[in-house]
C-alpha cells in the first residue's frame, strides 16, 4: 500500500442501518446485533409520512473506539461519521463534533444514539462498540514506558485489533531488529545506493488517521489469545515457500486496505496476528476470508517472537507475505511506542528499484536489475548522526526519527522510494507526520556496511 497521507475524518465499518419515517403506518425501526469492538449493524427500515413530508432517520455510517482494548486507567477515542441527525447522546448523555474521548474503569459498551427532529423517535438508530479495558496482571503491564521494554514475550500484550503491545517488542534484544547500529561502518557504496533511492526525496509515512481512498492508512495487525481457534488456510502462489496451517486468523481480522464501505478491494491485503500466549506472529498476503472461516491467500509465514531463529520452518530463499522474506509487523511504526518516546527497533521502508539479491535478515529478493547501485533486500539506512532532530517536531516524529538513527530502517518491498510502513492509528496527527517527516530527505541517510550479500 503506497498511498499519500491526508486527514480525513476515522471511518473504519459502514454499518447499513435504519431509515425510517416517523407517525406512518407501517414504519419499522433499525434494529441489530452487537458488533465485536467495531460496531452495531441494523437492519433497513421503512421511511413513512409525516404529514405533507417524507421523514427520514439518520444514518449512523460507523461507529468506532480506536482503540478497543486498553489498559486499567488509559483512554482511547469513541469516532463516529453520522448523516441526517440533529441530536447525538453516547450512553444518554449529548455529544457534538465527532468523536469523544473516554476513560473506562471497566470494560464498557458504549451505544450512540442519533435522532432527527423531524422524525418521532421510531426514527431513531443506534449503533454501539464495546470497549475492553485489560486490568493489571491479565494482559496489561499498564503501558509503555522508556525503561520497562519486555524482549521476546508478548504475553503481556492486550488483546484485538490494534491492541496496546505494553512495552513488549517481537525477537530477543540482540535480534537483528532490535540491535543498535548506530557505530556501525559505512557500507562502501553507500553514496551510490541512497543516490539510487533519491538524495532529494523525503521521507514519506505510509500510515496515519482516518482514510485514504476509503481504507484506514496503514498495515493494520490483531493480538489474539492462544484459545484462538485456528483455520484452515489455502496457499494460490507461494505453497512451496510457506508454512503450514491452520492459522488462528478470526473472522473479523482487518485486512490491509479494507474498505469502510464494505465494497470490494485489491492490494497486498495482508492479515497479521500475533498469539500472544504462543509467542508466534502469523503472516499472510492477499487474503481472502471463505466460508466456513478459511482463508485463501498467496502464502503464508509463521515466526517465533521468542528466538533469533526467527521463522524455524523457513528456508534461504523463501518469500514470506513481505517481498524480502521478512515479518512484516516488527517494522511497523505503532503509535503506542512513538507517543510514549522510544521505538526499540528497526523500521520497515520501500523502494521504487531494488537488485536482485538479499542480505540478512532478508531471505528473499525481488527484482531482475543486477546493478550494484542498488539496494538488495534487508539493506539497512540509518539517519546520519550529524542529523540534528528538530526541538519544535512532534514527540511522535522525534521518537520515529530517533529510531532510525539508533536501529535504521530495513529494505522491505519495493514500491514508493522512502514511504515507512506502520499502523493505522486514530491518534496521529497526519499534517505533522507528512510535513515533519517530509522534511528529511535522502541525503541525511547512509547505509550500515553489508557482509554477505547473496546473489541468487
Known amino acids: 500500500m503506497r498511498r499519500p497521507v491526508q486527514r480525513l475524518s476515522v471511518i473504519t465499518l459502514m454499518l447499513a442501518l435504519a431509515a425510517c419515517g416517523g407517525g406512518g403506518a407501517g414504519v419499522t425501526s433499525g434494529t441489530g446485533s452487537t458488533g465485536s469492538n467495531t460496531g452495531t449493524t441494523g437492519t433497513t427500515g421503512t421511511t413513512g ?52 474521548t473516554v476513560s473506562p474503569a471497566a470494560t464498557t459498551t458504549y451505544i450512540l444514539l442519533a435522532s432527527n427532529a423531524g422524525c418521532s423517535t421510531a426514527c431513531n438508530t443506534s449503533a454501539s462498540v464495546t470497549v475492553t479495558v485489560n486490568p493489571a496482571g491479565t494482559g496489561s503491564t499498564g503501558g509503555n514506558t522508556a525503561g520497562n521494554a519486555i524482549y521476546g514475550d508478548l504475553r503481556k500484550a492486550d488483546l484485538g485489533a490494534g491492541a496496546n503491545l505494553n512495552g513488549t517488542v517481537p525477537f530477543p534484544a ?12 559505512v557500507d562502501p557504496l553507500s553514496d551510490a545506493l541512497i543516490s539510487s533511492i533519491g538524495l532529494g526525496t523525503g521521507l514519506h509515512p505510509d500510515f496515519g488517521a482516518g482514510l485514504y481512498d476509503g481504507a484506514p492508512i496503514g498495515i493494520p495487525y490483531v493480538v489474539v489469545a492462544g484459545s484462538q481457534p485456528k483455520v484452515a488456510v489455502q496457499f494460490t502462489d507461494y505453497g512451496d515457500e510457506s508454512d503450514p496451517g491452520p492459522y488462528p486468523i478470526p473472522a473479523n481480522a482487518p485486512i490491509e486496505g479494507q474498505q469502510a464501505s464494505g465494497i470490494t478491494f485489491g492490494g497486498d491485503r495482508h492479515v497479521l496476528v500475533i498469539d500472544r500466549d504462543a509467542n508466534r506472529l502469523y503472516e499472510v498476503g492477499n487474503a481472502y476470508p471463505q466460508t466456513g472461516g478459511s482463508w485463501k491467500v498467496s502464502g503464508g509465514a509463521i515466526f517465533d517472537l521468542t528466538s533469533n531463529t526467527v521463522r524455524p520452518g523457513g528456508k534461504p530463499g523463501w518469500t514470506s507475505a513481505d517481498a524480502a522474506g521478512l515479518p512484516i509487523f516488527p517494522g511497523l511504526v505503532r503509535y ?18 531494488s537488485r536482485r539479491a538479499y542480505v540478512a535478515p532478508a531471505t528473499h529478493w525481488a527484482s531482475s536489475n543486477t546493478s550494484n547501485t542498488l539496494p538488495p533486500m534487508g539493506m539497512r539506512v540509518r539517519l546520519k548522526a550529524s542529523y540534528q532532530i528538530p526541538a519544535n517536531f512532534s514527540n511522535e516524529s522525534k521518537a520515529i526519527l ?49 557482509d554477505g550479500v547473496v546473489t541468487p
Not at 535480534?175 to 557505530?183: E, P, Y
Not at 503506542?336 to 528499484?353: D, K, M, P, Q, Y
Not at 535504521?408 to 499534517?431: F, T
Open 49 to 100: 409520512s409525516t404529514g405533507n413530508s417524507t421523514a427520514t432517520a439518520p444514518v449512523i455510517n460507523s461507529f468506532v473506539a480506536t482503540p478497543a482494548s486498553i489498559s486499567s486507567g488509559q483512554s482511547t477515542q469513541l469516532s463516529w461519521n453520522i448523516s441526517g441527525a440533529t441530536s447525538v447522546t453516547v450512553n444518554g448523555a449529548a455529544v457534538t463534533g465527532s468523536s469523544l
Open 174 to 185: 540482540n535480534n537483528a531488529w532490535n540491535t543498535d547500529i548506530s557505530g556501525a561502518a
Open 336 to 353: 503506542e511506542e512513538a507517543t510514549n518516546g522510544a521505538i526499540r527497533h528497526a523500521l520497515r521502508f520501500t523502494v521504487s528499484r
Open 402 to 450: 530517533q529510531a532510525m538513527k539508533t536501529y535504521g530502517m530495513l529494505v522491505a518491498d519495493n514500491g514508493s522510494n522512502w514511504y515507512i510502513s506502520g499502523a493505522p492509528d486514530a491518534r496521529w496527527n497526519n499534517d505533522k507526520l507528512v510535513s515533519e517527516l517530509g522534511s528529511v530527505k535522502g541525503s541525511n541517510f547512509e547505509v550500515v556496511r553489508m
